[in-house]
């Protein structure tokens, strides 16, 4: 593990921030999304699974403090995505447009299959975010309250996962090298 740096430290304090304001602003907008794993996203590629990781705690325990007091409930599963974007990432992934679709797609599946447990036996089938009202529409359909959390999760979590999957992919390329370099872990940080 590299040596911590007040440098390193103040980005995770960055992302963490960045993953509760998304969050806080996608909740106030009631979009049927999260965007809340940016920063743990952009951690775990550019600075490690040990970083991705707190990033995606921190995040999770700031968004719940803000906005959403069952976000803690969902930290599992925003270590799990966080730590897929990692192994994601040594194939192409967040480096090429279609491994970082891809990719983000797989994501958003791993993400509904975490979540609708918690959602199904923790909270009655309600998250009080995103994929509530695509679960009320499967719910009206007549499924069961656990097929209607899965499919709504399958319904939402793909689209967020790509689209935060695009936002970090133009981010990564924004960057200048340097900065990139200062960041890293490996020499393969947002290569093309």
């Known amino acids: 593990m590299n040596q911590l740096s ?45 970083y991705g990781i707190a990033v995606a705690v921190l995040g999770i325990i700031l968004l719940g403090l803000l906005t959403v007091p069952t976000a803690f409930a969902y930290v599992g599963t925003a270590v799990v995505v966080t730590l897929f974007a990692y192994v994601f990432h040594k194939y192409g992934y967040l480096k090429k447009w279609p491994q970082t679709i891809a990719f983000g797609l797989v994501l958003g599946i791993i993400s509904a299959v975490m979540s609708a447990p918690v959602t199904v036996y923790l909270f009655g089938g309600i998250s009080f975010v995103g994929a509530d009202a695509a679960t009320a529409f499967f719910r009206a359909t007549g499924k069961t309250i656990f097929n209607s959390v899965f499919l709504g999760g399958l319904a939402t979590d793909p689209v967020d996962k790509v689209l935060l999957s695009i936002i970090c992919f133009v981010l990564i390329q924004r960057l ?10 490996s020499n393969d940080v947002g290569a093309r």
């Not at 007040?6 to 909740?27: E, P, W």
């Not at 200048?176 to 872990?185: A, M």
Request: proline share 5%; glycine share 8%.
């Open 176 to 185: 200048p090298e340097r900065l990139k370099e200062r960041l890293s872990t």
């Open 6 to 50: 007040a440098f390193r430290l103040s980005m995770v304090a960055l992302f963490a921030a960045l993953n509760a304001g998304v969050g806080f602003i996608v909740q106030l907008l009631k979009l049927p999304i999260y965007l809340d794993l940016i920063g743990s996203v952009l951690a775990v590629v550019l600075l490690g699974p040990v």
